[in-house]
């Protein structure tokens, strides 16, 4: 009796262990993940601006409704405040 108790209890907690395990891995860190949408946005920019690198009038034009896209975006995302949505608007524009 005290051996399927035993094995039970080991069980148990071999499972809480991987739960927990996998779990910490699969969970990035916030400015991780704020700089991976960042770098996602600058590199679609980049190749917006590359398609249309003949055409300025296009350029501009493609420019201003990706960001208005990202500007839409980035108002709803968790990770980015108005401030920092800003901040990052006001960098892409650079581009």
Known sequence: ?????IFILFITILGAYLVVS????R???TAVKKNEIIEKYEL???NI???YQED???QLEEKK????QCN???SRNIFFTDDEASKVLQRLAKL
């Open 1 to 5: 009796m005290e051996f399927v108790f």
């Open 22 to 25: 996998k779990t910490k891995y």
């Open 27 to 29: 969970l990035k860190d």
């Open 44 to 46: 679609s920019l980049k």
């Open 49 to 51: 601006l590359d398609k």
């Open 56 to 58: 300025k009038n296009k």
């Open 65 to 68: 409704i990706f960001l208005k």
């Open 72 to 74: 839409c975006e980035l």
